[in-house]
Structures are given as C-alpha cells and as structure tokens.
C-alpha cells in the first residue's frame, strides 16, 4: 500500500511516499529556517504563505524522484494537528483537494502519532513500547499498545524541553533554531562539568516533566558569574544543561518502564536528534534487559515520511472531508 504524506504543521513544507508504513520511496522536506531566524522564531502568517508558494512545486519534485504518479496512491495522510493553524489548512487543503480529485482515501494523522511512527521506518519494531517524545512543542512519554492506540503517560508542566533549549541558546547568542547550536557547542566541550556548573535534575513525584527551573538556573547563572565570565564558560555550562535534560529523559522513561513493565524503548521528536540524549539512551537502554529503537537523524525532525507512516497504520480509519485542523492536542490519546 502506497500512501502520499502530507507535513505543514510548523515551519517545514514535506511531502514522501511511503510504501506499508515502512519503505520510503520518495522524501521532500523544504525548510523555512532561513526566511524565519532573522526574528529568532517561527512567524505564523509567514509560515503558511511559504506553504501555500511551496507545495504545488514540491510535489513535482516528489514524483520526479520515484517511478510513482498519483494515481498510483492508495491514501493520502496529512497532519491535522497539533501545531500552526495556519500552516496545518495549508497541508489539509492540499491533501484533500488531492485526495477529491483522484479518488483517493483521506487518512487525518496526529502530528506526535507521526513522530512515534518515525520509529517503524526501515525497521521491523511492533508495539507494546515506550516512547520518549521531545519536541519544540511537547516533552510527552507515550505507551503504545498498538499501532494506533496510545497513552500519555506523562507530559511537560510548563516548557517543552525543545523550547528550554531555544530560550537557553538565546542566553548564550546562538542562533535560530538555538537547539542544534546549542548541542554543537555542549559537544565541542572536552573538560568534565565542575560543581558550580552542575544543575540538578527536576523529578516531580509523578512521571511529568519540568524545565522551567532548569531554564531559570541558567539565567542565574548567568547573572552571578557576569558576562566575562559566561563568554569564557558558556560551553561547559552548555554542556551541563543538555546532559541535564538527557538525564531528564533516561530517569524518567526509566521509571515508565518499571511502572509499565515495558521493556521496548524508543525516541522521537526534533530533541531526539540531540547527541547526549541519544548517547544515554544507547548507554543505558541498549544493553541487556532493553531493546532501543532511536529514528533516523532524518526522520527526528518534521517530515511527511512520518506521516504517510502513521496513515498506513491508521489505514482502516479514513476521514471525513470535513475534518478541522488543531493548535494543540485535544485528549489523552495520540490516535486521533
């Protein structure tokens, strides 16, 4: 089964093909990084006028790349949400148009349910898991029963841990988007993170997460040792933060694991692309007792390969042409 994903959720225009939810035979993904980090973030408005000049162009690119046309498609799966309203009716415009005109079925996908489906791409990884989910919007640990049912079993009380990184390498005066800065810089660091520098790690009684302190404990940081100071020792200190949020991550879905008995492990998300996450979860999950599924550096960021994935699972579930896209997640489930 064929399926044609569409992503439009933020500041990423993607198109892919995806044959069984597994085999990629077609991934366009065109970046708006470059019209956005003179404002040092996403602008909504621009965002969706950048989508609606890109798609019609990007699919014939699509096409170009594969020995697939339209009407070899069986489905198309677009994201609905959560993320940019604006930029979501772009995509869902697009993908329902598409599907109207060729006869298509029309398969709405979760935008985070697409992110977890990252994981079955060139794999033969089957549910019951654990997924850590890390995004500049969500920090969520999600147990998936089935190809399609999901729980949340913990998510963020304030900042996402994508958003943490942006504010601290904003601190730093790192670029847009700050977290693969941020991570290039922690990695340059080869001297061990000295007792001043280190910052704890935040456990709430329940799995939830927390970064807003860990942000706040930066700035403080920042304004009891000065600004020659910080100059000097910003790499170590950016170091101490992302090992902080690693650590985050590995004790929480650790603890899941024992609440669940869930011994599958996998990552998602743009965070999940992050170096020190994925070396303690190689570290602590990829040993005797785990088995780790981490997505292709490709795949951790949005892209429509994911989607298409995710639609192929959720292939029995076809939507109305009627469906209305989202800001932000709307129930417990990650299935809808």
Excluded at 6 to 13: A, F, L, N, P, Q
Excluded at 256 to 282: D, M, Y
């Amino acid at each position: 089964m064929l399926v044609l994903g569409v992503e439009t959720s933020c500041d990423e225009t993607a198109l892919a093909i995806v044959e069984d939810g597994r085999k990629v035979h077609a991934n366009k993904v065109l970046s708006q990084i470059a019209k956005h980090k003179d404002w040092g973030g996403v602008i909504p408005e621009l965002a969706s006028r950048l989508h609606l000049e890109a798609i019609n162009d990007l699919m014939a690119e699509l096409f170009k790349d594969c020995d697939y046309q339209i009407e070899d498609i069986d489905a198309i799966a677009v994201s609905s949400g959560p993320g940019l309203v604006g930029s979501l009716m772009v995509g869902a415009n697009f993908a329902k148009v598409l599907a109207w005109i060729y006869g298509k079925d029309l398969i709405e996908v979760n935008h985070l349910h697409g992110h977890v489906c990252a994981n079955f791409i060139d794999s033969d990884l089957e549910p019951p898991l654990l997924c850590m989910l890390a995004s500049g919007g969500h920090t969520q640990i999600i147990e998936m029963q089935s190809y399609t049912k999901m729980n949340i079993l913990a998510e963020t009380v304030d900042d996402a841990a994508g958003e943490a990184f942006d504010k601290v390498a904003r601190l730093m005066g790192l670029p847009y988007p700050g977290g693969p800065h941020l991570d290039k810089l922690a990695s340059s660091c080869e001297a061990e993170v000295p007792a001043e520098y280190k910052f704890p790690v935040a456990m709430p009684k329940s799995l939830n997460f927390s970064f807003s302190g860990l942000k706040t404990a930066v700035l403080r940081v920042k304004e009891k040792i000065g600004d020659e100071v910080w100059e000097r020792d910003k790499v170590v200190i950016a170091k101490s933060f992302q090992q902080t949020v690693a650590q985050t991550f590995y004790r929480k879905t650790l603890a899941a694991s024992e609440e669940t008995g869930i011994t599958k492990i996998v990552l998602a998300g743009g965070v999940s692309a992050n170096s020190a996450v994925r070396a303690i979860f190689h570290d602590k999950f990829g040993g005797e007792g785990f088995e780790l599924v981490v997505p292709s550096l490709k795949y951790c960021t949005d892209n429509a390969a994911m989607v298409a994935s995710a639609g192929y699972f959720k292939r029995s579930d076809t939507s109305e042409f009627s469906f209305e896209v989202y800001s932000r997640v709307k129930t417990a489930s990650v299935s809808k």
